[in-house]
């Protein structure tokens, strides 16, 4: 599971660079979830591994000053990015090795 967060921050419009991010998990096939303070995506580990180095070249380059990144390897009993409370953050049967 990666979880990120981009600035500056803008209240009144959704930034480039946020955009950028949020493409580059769609992209890569994660289950994401946007929360009040960052997104949150998972998926297999290649998949995030991928979409965090695809997230912040394509962040950075327009325009971002900051990202926060925060990478964690879940277990079955912790996934649950698109709270169906079902622990899979998928509503698939857990798969192993899923960061």
Excluded at 9 to 38: I, M
Excluded at 70 to 90: F, I, K, N
Aim: hydrophobic share 40%.
């Amino acid at each position: 599971m990666v979880e990120f967060t981009t600035e500056p921050f803008e209240l009144d419009t959704f930034p480039p660079h946020a955009a950028a991010a949020r493409q580059a998990v769609d992209e890569a096939g994660l289950a994401v979830a946007v929360g009040p303070f960052g997104t949150g995506a998972e998926g297999e580990a290649d998949q995030v591994l991928a979409a965090v180095t695809t997230l912040l070249r394509r962040s950075l380059d327009a325009g971002a000053t900051r990202i926060s990144v925060q990478v964690s390897v879940l277990g079955e009993a912790d996934r649950d990015v698109d709270g169906t409370g079902d622990g899979t953050g998928s509503g698939e049967a857990g798969e192993g090795g899923r960061p």
